[in-house]
């Protein structure tokens, strides 16, 4: 088993349809988990990559009747450090 996760964004309200179509998700074989943040606006779910592919798992998503909009990055993009000046030589 290859566990992954995928953290998507979406737009809207989720409906009590929306919601409940969400919570058969977990039947899926192959979805292990699903965490909605209405505060960020995001889902989070954790997968088997042995049985679902990250399209297939934005579909199955999109199915719900989730405005799903994108695929977020899990790690944030780092700031580059600023290149120190190479020492001059004599």
């Known amino acids: 088993m290859t566990q992954l996760e995928a953290l998507y964004r979406y737009e809207g309200h989720p409906t009590e349809t929306t919601m409940g179509a969400m919570g058969n998700l977990r039947e899926v074989y192959g979805i292990r988990r699903i965490k909605i943040d209405e505060e960020w606006k995001?889902?989070?779910?954790?997968?088997?990559?042995?049985?679902?592919?990250?399209?297939?798992?934005?579909?199955?998503?999109?199915?719900?009747?989730?405005?799903?909009?994108?695929e977020l990055p899990l790690i944030p993009p780092q700031e580059a450090a600023p290149a120190e000046p190479a020492p001059a030589k004599s």
Request: net charge neutral; glycine share 6%; aromatic share 6%.
């Open 42 to 70: 995001t889902i989070h779910v954790e997968y088997d990559a042995t049985r679902l592919a990250g399209p297939t798992i934005f579909q199955l998503l999109r199915r719900t009747g989730l405005a799903v909009v994108e």
